[in-house]
Nanobody
Framework: QVQLVESGGGLVQAGGSLRLSCAAS????????MGWFRQAPGKEREFVAA????????RYADSVKGRFTISRDNAKNTVYLQMNSLKPEDTAVYYC?????????????????WGQGTQVTVSS
């Protein structure tokens, strides 16, 4: 079993920044990816960013490219999402997840474990 704990959410004005963290504990794996998804009220969960743990390869949703950066700290088993130039439409609950399959996926189905989510609210 894997436990994922997100932190770093909060309320920020448009144009501001936040850094989300997701600490993983429990089972260890040789090959996996970690991703960030978000879900706004009344909307489906959508992909934000993902990183292949071993290679550091990343993928981003078009809506966040150039504003968000995903990174990882191997020693801390933690993945980060640096969010800059935030917009009101970034408001959502942000979830991190672990994908044990091959590749870096942008849909939620391949992801095996999920955190509880952290709220990000961007005011205009």
């Amino acid at each position: 079993q894997v436990q994922l704990v997100e932190s770093g959410g909060g309320l920020v004005q448009a144009g501001g920044s936040l850094r989300l963290s997701c600490a993983a504990s429990g089972r260890t794996f040789r090959s996996y990816s970690m991703g960030w998804f978000r879900q706004a009220p009344g909307k489906e969960r959508e992909f934000v960013a993902a990183i292949r743990w071993s290679s550091g390869s990343t993928r981003y949703a078009d809506s966040v490219k150039g504003r968000f950066t995903i990174s990882r700290d191997n020693a801390k088993n933690t993945v980060y999402l640096q969010m800059n130039s935030l917009k009101p439409e970034d408001t959502a609950v942000y979830y991190c997840a672990v994908d044990l399959s091959v590749g870096v996926h942008t849909t939620s189905l391949p992801y095996d474990y999920w955190g509880q989510g952290t709220q990000v609210t961007v005011s205009s």
